[in-house]
């Protein structure tokens, strides 16, 4: 490339930073309320409870107080439960609770899973109620909503009322608007493509 | 509710979990390929680069070894990055690479955002052809690419080279079609709504 070439390069590169940087300064400007939010994931694509675990390590690397409740993967070893259950509690105080039966299609039966889910929905209850907690994850929530385990409004009404200072994680596919709407972040996880279709198995410690 | 409204509820709910559970072992059945994958992770949503910690977390729950590249976050400070270099090395075996320069719309030079780039990925290149490696984590690739900090082919070649049971995720806003043909499996994180634009300022231990 000529000298003036470089020049330029250099020129328009300069100019992109400072007018993104412009942006990125006036949206901080902005954004100066302190409390904590209500993220939802959902979508059909991979990475919503990954995204939500991903979080976790986060809040925890700060020595924030966590507490994980899974509605649907409970029965499944994974790598992240490995790991951050394994943590030296004192250090990263993490609890985490699932519903403890095997997966619903498995065990097709609706009073069984039902009452499952209440188990493990009181503990989580109690967490919303808990200033000390500082994350909450609700992993597969929307299958526990949409499959009427729970009672929508008593969750709705749990989720508001948290201290100010908590935030939670939402996971899960098909969550309806009333989800969307105590959100203040949702994300949608959009399917591309998926390695299964291609005849791929599931990674170990990368999928599960 | 009824007897009969209860044993309806039931078998409605048996027959939906039997469906899914056939299309779920069909699946499967079917996937049988064993080896790495590759993920990309694209959008302008939130929670890519956290989906991509919560893998590193997976994969090293299961005691596999993780090389993480950060191409654009290296001068933050992020509660992830704490927990998981913070780990006893012999049984969580991660190395952790950034760019080491501040984030680039701050300093507003190419030639050493370039230089920067490159020496990071020299060391993911070096990854990218070690047996030893199950996962390896370009996260914010997209930004070095579209930047033109990296040669595209080089990049891409290492990619598709690496070793078979070697995964890889490539995160950032903006991938080009020619990364979404090398993955396996590609999600884009969309944003419908985001705490940030309601005034809320970005929360500590849940987004950095």
Redesign the interface.
Known sequence: MSDSGVDK??ER??RR??Q??EI?DA?IA????????A?L?T?D??????????????????G?KVVVGQFIKGAWE???????T??PAEQ?PLQWFEMGTDF????????ADRAAALSLWERLRAALADESV??VVLDELTYALN?KWLEREEVIAAIENRPREQ?VIITGRGAKQYL?DI??????????????E???????????
């Not at 902005?30 to 939010?37: F, T, V, Y």
């Not at 994300?187 to 998926?194: A, L, S």
């Not at 291609?198 to 599960?208: C, D, L, Q």
Request: net charge positive.
């Open positions: 390069k250099t590169h300069k930073m400072q993104r940087k990125v949206g902005r954004a100066l309320e302190e409390r904590g939010i993220i994931y979508g694509g991979k990475g919503k409870t990954t995204a939500a675990m991903g979080t976790v390590a986060r809040a925890l690397g700060y924030y994974c790598g992240e439960k490995n790991l951050l394994g943590l990263f619903t299609w498995e065990t097709q039966d609706f009073e500082y994350l499959y935030s969307k959100a203040d972040t949702v994300t949608e996880m959009r399917p591309h493509k998926h390695a299964f291609s005849g791929i198995a599931a990674r170990k410690g990368i999928e599960w």
